[in-house]
């Protein structure tokens, strides 16, 4: 057996070990996933935040928590028993520059100051969305959440402190839990959700188990040339993967009727699939990625952008997709989860699985269905 294959081999053993211990102690359990709502930005992460940062939130410690958020920044904050948090807080209708209007994750309000909480779990940016939240609040402290604390992909004129749940959320449930020791039952309920988030992020891995593979890695010179060689190649094995699975879907979508679209300025991973009546109407479902490769989302898009659509129909179309995102180009869309859910996969971590693939394959027949319903 090659050093390569012998070095994964022993770095399988030691994820699947681990994940037996975690699934013998119950801590793979989590209710959240089991209810699907591991991944769903507004129905689950920004309720539970929005309502542990609440004085007047169910867990029922009026504004002990949001101190420790305010804590965890690093700002100094008073009169946190009158804070006012709101969520989805509606700024008006999105006009047709996208300068103005649309709905705040999460609105922190203590007497003239404000923090806005923009929650980004795996959500595309919608169009000048920072932009429009600091037009209405100029003078407020917008706050971009992210799994890992990535920047805003626009250039702005303002500041936006960037915090992240691998790291804030992360250290303010800690913080969190220590105060709530002697509570049982609000501390098992919050740790499901520290629990949740450590998945999420790929931060549930022990010390123990990290030490375990430094030292494999580390034990022999032909290990750390492997670990070198197998760290370069990780992206390209991604980027094959995942265009196996693309070429997959066009054969599965064009059996059920939809057409890829063919334009040799189009990636190779950012894919639009139509019908005849779609194109008609100038609209197409469509897949893209970060450039990363991370963070897919699929929706209805213009399929010639230099066009727009009859204004009736769109207007069908975002009433019909109310709850998710829109941009000039993408008249709506919806994040998918990068990462399989953790919970099911004793056997170590895959990407861009038949889960995956499924997922996508269903909300373009959903989209397609969809729209020749509105069409017609």
Request: with cysteine; aromatic share 12%.
């Amino acid at each position: 057996m090659e050093n390569h294959e012998l070095l994964l081999k022993e770095t399988s053993e030691i994820v699947k070990e681990f994940y037996h211990q975690r699934n013998n102690n119950g801590e793979l359990f989590n209710l959240y996933s089991l209810l699907g709502l591991e991944h769903r930005e507004n129905e689950t992460h920004s309720v539970l935040l929005a309502d542990l940062l609440s004085p007047k939130g169910s867990h029922g410690q009026k504004d002990k928590f949001l101190q420790l958020f305010f804590e965890t920044l690093g700002i100094k904050v008073e009169n946190t028993e009158f804070a006012k948090v709101s969520r989805e807080y509606y700024i008006g209708k999105i006009d047709e520059d996208y300068t103005k209007g649309g709905r705040i994750d999460i609105l922190i309000e203590i007497g003239d100051k404000k923090w806005l909480i923009e929650n980004k779990l795996y959500a595309k940016d919608q169009e000048n969305q920072l932009e429009r939240y600091h037009q209405k609040f100029p003078n407020a402290t917008i706050l971009y959440l992210t799994l890992d604390g990535k920047e805003y992909h626009n250039e702005i004129g303002f500041d936006v402190k960037k915090i992240s749940y691998e790291e804030t959320i992360l250290k303010w449930l800690e913080k969190i839990l220590d105060e709530i020791r002697d509570k049982e039952y609000l501390s098992n309920s919050i740790k499901q959700y520290y629990n949740l988030i450590k998945n999420v992020t790929f931060k549930g891995f022990t010390q123990e188990m990290e030490n375990k593979i430094s030292t494999t890695i580390k034990s022999t010179k032909d290990n750390l040339e492997s670990a070198f060689q197998i760290y370069n190649n990780y992206e390209n094995a991604v980027r094959k993967l995942l265009l196996e699975n693309i070429s997959e879907l066009e054969v599965n979508l064009q059996e059920f009727g939809l057409k890829r679209i063919d334009n040799d300025n189009l990636s190779e991973y950012n894919c639009y699939f139509y019908t005849e009546d779609l194109a008609l109407n100038n609209i197409c479902i469509g897949l893209e990625f970060d450039n990363n490769l991370k963070n897919p989302f699929v929706g209805i898009s213009l399929y010639d952008n230099s066009k727009d659509i009859d204004e009736n129909l769109r207007k069908i179309i975002e009433e019909n997709y109310r709850d998710f995102g829109s941009t000039r180009d993408w008249i709506t869309f919806k994040s998918l989860p990068y990462f399989s859910s953790i919970y099911n996969l004793q056997d170590g971590i895959t990407l861009y699985d038949r889960t995956f693939l499924e997922n996508i394959e269903n909300d373009f027949k959903d989209y397609s269905n969809a729209l020749f319903t509105m069409i017609k």
